[in-house]
Each structure stands twice: as C-alpha cells, then as structure tokens.
C-alpha cells in the first residue's frame, strides 16, 4: 500500500516536470517569430513595401531550420514569401488567417505536410493593404530536445520507482520483528 501510494506520487510529479518542461521549450520556440511577425506586419502597415519586408533569401521549411515569412492579403493569399516547400509556399488553412485577423494574432503549430512541423505565429495588419503575416521555423531541434528530456524523466521515474520499492521493503521489515527474525 505504501509503495503504490509513493509510487503514485512520484508518477504524478514526474509527469508534472515534463509537461512544464515540454510547454515551456515548445512556446519559447515562437519567440524569434513574434518579433519578426509583429516587425513585418508594423513595416507593412506603415507603407513599406512587401519586397523590403520580405527576405529574398528562400529558406527550405523541409531541411532548414532558418526562420521565414510569408505574406498574405487580406483573401488569404500568398503576396510574397521567403518559406518554401517542395519548391511552392503551402497553403495556410483560411480559417487560421481569419482567426488571426479576427484577434490580431495567433501562435499554433503547423504541418503544412507529414514530418514538416513549424513553430508559426500569425500577425494581421492593417492599411492600404491589408493582411496577415506569418513567421515560421522548424520545431525539429525544439521537438528532438524535448525527446531526450522525456527519456530522462522516464529513466528518472523508473529509478525512483525502483528505490521506493527498494526503501519501502527495508522499511517494513525492519518495522516488523516477524520479518526481521525470517
């Protein structure tokens, strides 16, 4: 009763560590991209045009973990972008944009296809043009780092499950004589 009890709490505060641990790497991912958004979308509002705004540079969203942006109009479409994939920009579900417009901003995780997940934060802005910007990066070495630690924890618990079971024996029988004497 007492193991399981033990056990039980440290199951829960193993897990606890983790998921702060996991929360706190996953949004910090997005700080590069809430200046750059927020940037982009202040120069666009104020006039500037797309081409000064936007890097020339095309970043691959497939292999690279470098930072981009794309720029939408206010119908959702591609004005100019610096993430590429596959050789096109992909789409941004509209409903994500019209959130985005909707709030000013959002911040989500997307997978534009299968084993591609970008850390994205959506900025709308408004003016002659208006419209949404979005800055992107790979979440590969985000989520990689988030792996390693899981497997840490897990060692972890088991390690204290293992001495919890170890502390909890040697404490009943040195608690009860029958045992003591066997």
Do not use: K
């Not at 929360?23 to 500037?48: C, F, K, Y």
């Amino acid at each position: 009763m007492a193991w399981g009890t033990l056990g039980a709490l440290a199951t829960a505060v193993c897990l606890l560590i983790y998921l702060v641990a996991q929360q706190t790497w996953r949004t910090s991912a997005n700080d590069p991209q809430i200046q750059m958004a927020r940037d982009a979308a202040a120069a666009l509002a104020a006039g500037r045009s797309v081409d000064t705004v936007v890097p020339r540079e095309s970043v691959d969203m497939e292999r690279s973990l470098a930072p981009f942006l794309i720029v939408f109009d206010a119908d959702g479409n591609v004005v100019a972008a610096s993430g590429m994939l596959r050789g096109g920009v992909p789409r941004m579900p509209r409903g994500v944009l019209a959130y985005a417009r909707d709030r000013g901003e959002e911040r989500i995780t997307w997978q534009p296809i299968g084993g591609v997940r970008i850390a994205s934060v959506i900025v709308s802005y408004s003016g002659s043009r208006a419209g949404c910007v979005l800055a992107g990066r790979s979440l590969e070495e985000t989520e990689h780092r988030i792996a390693r630690f899981g497997n840490l924890i897990a060692l972890a618990w088991a390690a204290t499950l293992a001495g919890l079971l170890v502390l909890v024996a040697a404490g009943s029988s040195i608690l009860d004589p029958r045992r003591a004497a066997l």
